[in-house]
């Protein structure tokens, strides 16, 4: 069983009957030098410092005590993946309804819009249209591009990365 996986086995009562979700778990630095753990976690209201501080302290002692990583030195890093780590899951897209996304999807087009809704299947993205030359709408129309605008749905197995695009008004 790999780090992550036995690591992710670990947080299992941590979770507080999955009010929280692990986002992602990344060990790095086996080889002989100090190992680096990082656990991103959240919660459809979000997780507090003093939540992560607390997750750390506990799961911290209890990999000591089982000597972990064996005799390796190692750091664990307990937080929020923060506003700028792409959404992976349907909670996280729900928790940002009515904010603008950034997503590229697997074709490689990327679209930019207001996050409408999300449920578990999809996400309802507001494009707002780009004004193009009549010659640009023609050449997309030749290439056979196409232009989306106004409340269009995007399956997850079609989106490759969103994130949150951060507006100052």
Known sequence: MDDKTRITGLLQPYLNNDQLYIVDVQSVGRQGGRIKVTILLDSDAGITIDECADISRRLGGQMDEMNFFGESPFTLEVSSPGVDYPL??????????????????????????????????????????????????KKDAEAGIIVRSGPTPFPYDQIKKATVEITFN
Not at 102 to 116: A, K, P, R, S, W
């Open 88 to 137: 992976g899951f349907p909670r996280q897209y729900r928790r940002n309804v009515g904010r603008q996304l950034l997503v590229t999807l697997i074709d490689g087009t990327t679209e930019i819009g207001t996050l409408e809704d999300a449920d578990d299947t999809q996400i309802v993205l507001d494009i707002v249209p780009v004004k193009r030359s009549k010659t640009k709408q």
